[in-house]
């Protein structure tokens, strides 16, 4: 997607459309969600409502309970989701994502997971090696194509240890599952990736017409350098996220195309 289709899309969109925040798990999500709930935003140059944050802005799983009534009146939802959340709304939407490198991501799942004693897989996480932690089926979940399973809309639950297909949402190929990805990808996201922080920061004003934004990174996982992994954790990873890989180089060149059509 250029950024002048996406420009196009808001457009039509009218004033007061709502922001989904998507957050994809060790994107550095939590600090772009801080960004926007701690400040009132000027979304689209037209400026949202100032409100109390509970009417502005609204968590996902807040959303699912909420009356239709009360849904059509917010205008962010942010927190991890899954694709098609932006039909339980009447206005229209546009999703916002950072993706990560995938076997990065991984990596920062673990070390998040050790490193959070309130975190729920805590307790049977803090003993386990990472090659152990990888080896075991149970925390697959949290491990493998998170991006592409969440970006494609066909898995629609999440819980503390990944995420589940929903009923009747089972794709027929892996090959489906990154398609229906790079096609709501294109079509629904303003994009970033979390390694160009900053670089996508400015886009985003650019293109939705914000201002400045300043932050501070929350939630950062202490873990050791890519370079200094077992070998046999990077194969395995490697081999657990093929449609996150193909997903990742597929959203970073276009990120790059439009970041070079605004002169960023």
């Known amino acids: ?7 196009s899309q808001i457009n039509l969109m009218g004033e007061n459309p709502v922001i989904i925040f998507f957050h994809l798990p060790k994107t550095g999500g939590t600090t772009l ?6 400040r009132h ?14 009417k502005f802005c609204v968590e996902p799983m807040e ?5 239709q009534a009360v849904r059509y009146s917010y205008d962010m939802v942010i927190g991890h989701c899954y694709y098609g959340i932006h039909t339980l709304l009447r206005k229209p939407a546009l999703y916002i994502a950072m993706v990560r490198e995938p076997i990065d991501r991984a990596l920062s799942h673990y070390y998040y997971i ?9 307790r049977d996480t803090r003993k386990l090696s990472l090659l152990k932690f990888v080896n075991s089926e149970r925390f697959h979940p949290g491990l493998s194509n998170v991006q592409t399973k969440m970006l494609s809309g066909l ?3 999440i819980d503390q240890y990944g995420i589940k297909k929903g009923p009747g ?8 599952e990154l398609e229906c990805a790079k096609c709501n990808v294109d079509r ?6 979390m390694y160009q922080f900053d670089r996508s920061l400015r886009l985003f004003q650019r293109v939705l017409g914000w201002e400045t934004l300043t932050y501070e990174r929350r939630k950062i996982s202490k873990r050791p350098p890519m370079y200094g992994m077992s070998p046999r954790v990077l194969v395995m990873l490697n081999e657990m996220n093929t449609l996150d890989i193909i997903l990742y180089d597929y959203v970073r060149e276009s990120f790059e195309d439009i970041c070079k059509e605004e002169g960023l």
């Open 1 to 7: 997607m250029t950024s002048k289709r996406i420009t």
């Open 33 to 38: 969600s801080w960004m926007a709930r701690s």
């Open 41 to 54: 935003m000027r979304a689209f140059g037209r400026g949202a409502r100032l409100e109390t944050e509970k």
């Open 63 to 67: 959303l699912y309970r909420e009356q």
């Open 114 to 122: 050790k490193g959070r004693t309130d975190h729920l897989l805590h």
């Open 155 to 157: 898995y629609t639950k």
């Open 169 to 176: 949402d089972k794709p027929s190929s892996p090959e489906e």
């Open 188 to 193: 629904h996201f303003l994009y970033g990736v």
